[in-house]
């Protein structure tokens, strides 16, 4: 079942002899229980795909489509909203609000989404699967970079979005830690029935995702070879 | 206010020094004002506690009613019913052995006028005879009895202390109350002199003498010596400690919120509105307010408790909760550019993009 739909998506910055074409006819689709890895070094546009297909930028041409419904049609509180309950966002650094403990994350989105989360019983279930229940009452700052990026997955995972968009959630890890983020993720596209979207440069991830795509100076293509490498 | 409190919680020391500069900022604007306000009350107490309107002076006399004298053709043909009153005023200095020297004003008095009448003692009696005198209980705080006998300037004439009365002070200077015969007496003037003003409780009181002129209660006051000079001042010096608490708020909070703009920036790429993010932003602008407030509203009364009676203090309770909001929407006003900020929170920076 198709979730997230990108259909000739371009997008350039800039205008006359300045302009950079950062997009180039990207089509994409992320399916809900998949994996999918999008690789690419950096400044090859796989930022720039990330934050359009979260409805944080529009992109030139083209259209989003997210669960059918047209993105470009939506006002800036419709995004949010989409935001809020449709996706959850694991970014590199400054995921955790670093004044509020483990558990006043999940508090303060409650406060703002107070329908349709995860039960305290399903919350207590996940945390426990990520290994952090015994950190709830620890601050950010208290954590390491592995748990850190554990507690930004629950809480992504918390609002029970159709779509976690991760942006380089492996960086400043080390390999242990790498693969247990990459068995993590999978593990969650397929039991929440979640479609994964994550933009990385880092191939160690490649083993565990369902489809994987590489972009390079704006132009996306479907390798799922890189797999069997 | 979840995420202002939570902040605050954690970040104590931060937070409890910017509560402390705003304490010293609420305190010195507090004692400012309570000294601006004793100050002035201590010009105009004596004023204030005849429950006048309007004030006859000679039209030469600058406004003054030191240098103020009226004849009795002037007053010829007016009336001075029930709800006048004449004053009679002079400068001195009164002595007494083994008592500190004062300068003090001597008004002299009609017994039979609104005035006198209604002189409210905190002991002894009222003014009976030419050589009686009711003075100000600043007397009494520097040493002062009943009974004693007071001489005034280089006079021998005595005159004996019948009566203490509170809030008698004109133009800083503690109040002799006596006869206006005596008044005459003092300034050398012969029988041709009434007084040095006529008092009325109406605001509409006039003369047909062209040689006087009838003041407002507040004209007068305005017009005393160093009067608004000293008010303007202390005026000036409150509003500026206000600019300054408006600049240090919004400076701080503008430092805050720049630490804070990256986890903004994932809060709104995570669907956070705008408002909520805004919402703890004031919330916390006024919880440091209103605790410094607080906190400097202690340290006044304590103060206030320890002040001596000679420094001239007033804590008056709605100017100062004037003062008090006054300040609450200065914070409000101090966060209004972090709010500008987080509402140009762009969510893409902390992806790149």
């Avoid at chain 1, 890890?173 to 933009?199: F, W």
């Avoid at chain 2, 009153?85 to 083994?98: L, P």
């Avoid at chain 2, 919402?279 to 602008?285: D, F, K, L, R, Y």
Wanted: aromatic share 6%; glycine share 6%.
């Amino acid at each position: 079942m198709t979730t997230l739909q990108l259909s000739n998506i371009n997008k350039y910055f800039g205008t006359g002899s300045s302009r950079v074409h950062v997009l180039r006819d990207i089509n994409f689709t992320a399916k809900k229980g998949e994996l999918n890895l999008v690789i690419g070094p950096s400044g090859s546009g796989k930022s720039t795909f990330l934050t359009i297909a979260g409805g944080l930028q529009t992109p030139s041409t083209g259209e989003v489509e997210l669960e059918g419904q047209s993105v470009k049609s939506m006002s800036n509180k419709q995004r949010d909203a989409m935001r809020l309950n449709k996706i959850g966002f694991v970014l590199q650094a400054y995921n955790l609000i670093p004044y509020l403990t483990v558990k006043e994350q999940f508090q303060l989105v409650k406060k703002v989404k107070k329908e349709h989360n995860l039960t305290n019983l399903s919350l207590e279930v996940l945390l426990k699967r990520l290994d952090i229940e015994d950190l709830q009452n620890k601050y950010p700052g208290e954590l390491s970079g592995g748990q850190n990026q554990r507690v930004a997955i629950a809480r992504a995972l918390y609002t029970r979005p159709d779509i976690v968009l991760a942006d380089e959630p492996t960086a400043a890890l080390d390999s242990e830690r790498v693969v247990e983020v990459g068995k993590i993720l999978q593990t969650l596209a397929r039991e929440q029935n979640t479609a994964v979207i994550v933009v990385t440069h880092d191939l160690r991830l490649v083993e565990f995702a369902d489809n994987v795509y590489q972009i390079m100076d704006g132009q996306m293509t479907l390798n799922n070879n890189m797999k069997l490498a | 206010m979840f995420l202002s409190f939570k902040e605050i919680k954690k970040e104590k020391v931060r937070y409890g020094l910017i509560i402390g500069m705003i304490v010293l900022i609420c305190y010195l604007i507090f004692i400012l004002t309570s000294l601006a306000m004793g100050l002035a009350q201590q010009n105009t107490d004596a004023i204030d506690s005849w429950n006048v309107k309007s004030i006859v002076l000679d039209k030469d006399s600058n406004t003054s009613m030191a240098q103020s004298l009226i004849t009795k053709d002037e007053v010829k043909k007016t009336n001075v019913t029930s709800d006048k009153a004449y004053i009679g005023q002079a400068a001195v200095v009164t002595k007494k052995s083994g008592r500190t020297n004062e300068s003090a004003q001597f008004l002299g008095l009609k017994s039979n006028q609104f005035v006198a009448k209604n002189l409210t003692l905190t002991s002894g009696h009222k003014v009976e005879k030419a050589n009686q005198v009711v003075v100000d209980d600043k007397f009494e705080t520097d040493g002062y009895k009943l009974g004693d006998k007071i001489k005034f300037n280089s006079l021998d004439k005595e005159y004996k202390i019948v009566g203490f009365t509170k809030n008698a002070k004109l133009n800083i200077a503690p109040v002799i109350y006596g006869n206006i015969s005596e008044w005459q007496n003092l300034k050398n003037i012969n029988g041709q002199f009434v007084a040095s003003a006529i008092v009325s409780k109406k605001a509409n009181f006039k003369t047909d003498n062209k040689q006087l002129k009838t003041y407002s209660k507040s004209a007068f006051i305005s017009k005393l010596p160093g009067y608004s000079a000293q008010n303007s001042t202390f005026t000036f010096m409150i509003a500026f400690l206000m600019i300054i608490s408006l600049i240090v708020i919004a400076v701080f909070l503008y430092i805050l919120t720049i630490q804070k703009i990256q986890n903004y920036a994932v809060l709104r790429a995570q669907g956070i509105p705008a408002k909520t993010l805004v919402g703890a932003t004031i919330s916390q602008s006024i919880t440091l307010v209103v605790s410094g407030l607080l906190i400097g509203i202690i340290l006044t009364a304590i103060t206030a408790l320890v002040m001596p009676a000679a420094v001239p203090m007033s804590f008056n309770i709605p100017i100062l909760s004037e003062v008090g909001i006054g300040l609450v929407l200065t914070g409000l006003l101090g966060s209004l550019i972090p709010i500008r900020i987080i509402l140009h929170v762009d969510p893409v920076s902390v992806i790149g993009g």
